[in-house]
């Protein structure tokens, strides 16, 4: 089938390795609309130097080449290379090309807890994010490796980002440091939270809006230090939960992208138990922070004072799911997967950006799910 992974032969734009250097960071400063151009899935038996690839995290592009995060918790913690072929009109094959292990400050490979979500190349480094563990009292973290997976730095985070025991203070478990993105100006990062922190909001849930305020962070890249947050509000958890035995709801803030400065392009995933088509619903949000409020001094959002930065829908993943696959040997139903990851990536034939978003399947360790990978087209 054209939606698996296969060793085509294409007369088609190798997109990811042309000539094309843009990186995410040299998108243009108007986006009116995406539109879907095709969808690719990579079988999860799938192997790459005896690793399982999946729980793809996160996608960058940088310098013709495709990089990709997975949220494996056990060593080697890696970072896929991929080509993607597709033009303005086809997509048509995803190549896992070559594997660095992230390595840990002493230059081994990691044997303590670390959850890796989130990456961007910047220069010749890897910029990229761990949840740690909260329930294990393990702390989340921001750190730089060189492109071949040496350790190079971490950035100094915040006492309020620190797990911690208490149950009125500090970040949930798997709510931490999900998303991330090189600034417009290539002078820092900006680094978002998935859930708001205990003393800022609720959790969103379906029945009602909650106050659920999660903080993006902005780090200097000259200092190391964190600067400025604003705070973006979360939806509503788009399902309700059906049938019974494990029940669990999320919404969260699992990937941003800066395109101009202060906006933002912000994924967020709903996802429920109990529904055959996964349970996922997906949006993309154009964010505006410039009059965000500076909330980096305030240590409680509740109650607070502040402006929050204003969001404006860009696109529903629900007006392309019939468009999608559905799981081998399942019920049929299309899927819109874990959508975790998105980048921009190459020009078009046309002169338009494209862009991508990658599914962390879980390593379907929660039922089937899929290697995801969508691609657009990008509208001024």
């Known amino acids: 089938m054209k939606k698996y992974f296969l060793a085509l032969s294409t007369l088609l734009v190798i997109m990811s390795c042309s000539n094309d250097t843009d990186d995410q960071n040299t998108a243009a400063t108007t986006i009116s609309a995406i539109n879907f151009i095709g969808e690719q899935v990579i079988p999860d038996d799938t192997k790459f130097r005896s690793t399982l690839v999946g729980g793809l995290s996160s996608i960058d592009y940088s310098n013709g080449n ?13 970072v896929y290379k991929a080509s993607l072929t597709y033009n303005k009109s086809v997509f048509s094959e995803v190549k896992i090309t070559d594997q660095i292990e992230l390595l840990d400050d002493k230059g081994m490979s990691f044997s303590t807890p670390v959850d890796p979500e989130s990456l961007r190349i910047s220069g010749n480094s890897i910029i990229w994010t761990s949840e740690g563990n909260i329930n294990q009292n393990v702390d989340p973290f921001v750190r730089e490796a060189t492109i071949t997976g040496k350790y190079k730095q971490e950035f100094e985070i915040p006492s309020i980002f620190e797990a911690k025991t208490a149950t009125e203070e500090g970040p949930r478990q798997n709510g931490v440091f999900e998303s991330l993105s090189v600034s417009y100006n290539q002078q820092g990062y900006w680094v978002g939270m998935e859930l708001p922190l205990k003393e800022d909001g609720e959790e969103p849930v379906f029945s009602n809006d909650t106050d659920s305020p999660v903080r993006i962070s902005y780090i200097n890249k000259a200092t190391g230090k ?56 997906v949006k993309i949000y154009k964010v505006d922070a410039s009059a965000a409020t500076d909330v980096s001094n305030i240590e409680s959002l509740k109650g607070k004072n502040y402006s929050k930065a204003t ?22 139903k299309r899927i819109v997967d874990n959508i975790e990851g998105i980048t921009f990536g190459p020009k078009l034939e046309n002169g338009n950006l494209s862009f991508v978003v990658v599914a962390d399947n879980n390593f379907s360790a929660f039922g089937q799910q899929l290697n995801q990978f969508i691609v657009f087209e990008v509208l001024p």
């Open 66 to 78: 495709f990089y990709l995060i997975s949220d494996d918790t056990k060593a080697p913690i890696r």
């Open 226 to 281: 964190f600067e400025r947050q604003f705070a973006y509000e979360l939806d509503k958890v788009a399902r309700e939960i059906i049938g019974t035995g494990f029940n669990f709801t999320v919404n969260g803030l699992v990937e941003i992208l800066e395109y101009d400065t202060n906006k933002f392009l912000a994924l967020e995933r709903s996802f429920t138990t109990g529904a055959d088509d996964g349970g996922n619903n």
């Open 311 to 332: 969001k404006t829908l860009l696109f529903d993943f629900e007006t392309i799911r019939a468009k999608l696959s559905s799981i081998p040997g399942g019920n049929g």
